[in-house]
């Protein structure tokens, strides 16, 4: 059935924000089934990861439409509010790019082990450029190259 069907069918579908189990509740056959289908061929497979990830603007369309309708009167406002939250959560699975937080890793090292303050602040700073945030990271301007922490100030001598 699923081959009659085809890929393109499917993938509609997943685009326009149907989840694989309202698909498989729709064509009468087991979730298991169209997972199996859409993931044993590589071309189906990489084409069913494209629909997903066009899928998120669906996702947060209805939740926007759910927000709109709260302040039309229409639904309770709480009810949409955690409704539009779902939405966007089901937005960044289908796409990281609208994660609220994004994917980075830096690892920092040096040849015996441990990590300098230096060298952790440089990863912070990379992180954060990663993350384009160009302004401010916990206080410090990062717009520049960091510069050498100081040595504290002695401790004042008694009189």
């Known amino acids: 059935m699923l081959d009659q069907l085809g890929i393109e069918d499917i993938c509609d579908r997943i685009e326009s924000g149907e989840s694989q189990h309202q698909i498989a509740r729709n064509l009468t056959i087991q979730v298991s089934e169209l997972n199996r289908w859409l993931h044993s061929d590589p071309q189906r497979s990489a084409r069913v990861k494209q629909a997903m990830a066009e899928s998120s603007e669906s996702w947060l369309d209805r939740g926007t439409d759910a927000l709109e309708r709260a302040m039309a009167g229409e639904v309770d406002a709480t009810a949409a509010r955690a409704y539009a939250q779902e939405c966007a959560r089901r937005a960044a ?15 920092v090292t040096n040849d015996a082990g441990s990590t300098p303050a230096a060298n952790i602040l440089a990863a912070a700073i990379q992180l954060a450029r990663q993350a384009g945030l160009t302004q401010q990271l ?3 301007v990062i717009e520049h190259a960091p510069q050498p922490v ?10």
Do not use: M, S, T
């Not at 699975?93 to 690892?107: E, S, T």
């Not at 040595?151 to 004042?156: G, V």
């Open 138 to 140: 916990a206080g410090l």
């Open 93 to 107: 699975i289908r796409n990281p790019q609208y994660r609220d937080k994004p994917d980075l890793q830096v690892n």
């Open 150 to 159: 100081p040595e504290p100030l002695p401790a004042p001598k008694p009189e």
